[in-house]
């Protein structure tokens, strides 16, 4: 009887255990979807000694927004070496403001596994340790804004387009009304001439 038990017991555990792994499964692919389909990446990072900052985690679409594995985005130097060159003073700017306890919302270049250049939202939060006074670590979020940033350039572009040619419209228009003054001065000063005759020979007619 003893042994019919652990029998019972023991395929009672493999049965619990399968029905385990196919919820943890469900669960990773509804995860996995929800990934797939938000613009958004959590990440959480640790200040080490010297202020170095070390990647701790990441959580959502962050593959389908870099391109990287996380193995390969430390590789490339995770967010600072894989940052747009020319907005590395903004990312240097950002954590002396992290360092002061304070949090930061910036819209920062970063350049993709495939080179591709993608505008991204990071809102940062430092974690603050009050005993030392120092921060030891941040966590926040990155949204791609690639989509919304690109329209901004595009309508920009087009009413540097419009500026312009409102500018060269203008400048024709003004070229046009100095031509018509002085057009009208030469027929003026052509037309003095003869009327001054017609008025003196109208006079000696009329005495």
């Known amino acids: 009887r003893q042994a019919v038990q652990q029998a019972l017991e023991k395929r009672q555990f493999w049965k619990d255990r399968i029905a385990s792994e196919e919820r943890l499964k469900i669960s990773e692919e ?68 992290l360092m002061q306890n304070k949090k930061v ?33 941040i966590y926040g979020a990155v949204k791609d804004i690639n989509v919304r940033k690109k329209a901004e350039e595009e309508l920009n572009r087009v009413n540097l387009n419009l500026n312009q040619l409102v500018k060269d419209r203008t400048r024709e228009l003004e070229i046009l009304n100095r031509t018509k003054d002085k057009f009208f001065s030469i027929i003026a000063h052509d037309l003095k001439g003869p009327v001054a005759v017609i008025i003196a020979s109208t006079e000696v007619m009329l005495k």
Do not use: C, Q
């Open 30 to 97: 509804r995860y996995r979807l929800i990934s797939s389909v938000t613009s958004d990446y959590m990440f959480s990072t640790i200040v080490e000694a010297g202020n170095e900052l070390a990647h701790d985690w990441v959580a959502g679409a962050f593959e389908e927004i870099t391109g990287y594995t996380m193995e390969e985005y430390r590789i490339a130097g995770g967010w600072r070496g894989t940052l747009f060159p020319e907005d590395r003073a903004l990312d240097d700017e950002d954590i002396r403001t």
């Open 105 to 137: 919302i910036r819209e920062i270049r970063t350049v993709k596994k495939n080179g591709d250049i993608l505008w991204v939202m990071v809102s940062a939060h430092p974690v603050w340790d009050s005993e030392k006074n120092h921060l030891v670590g």
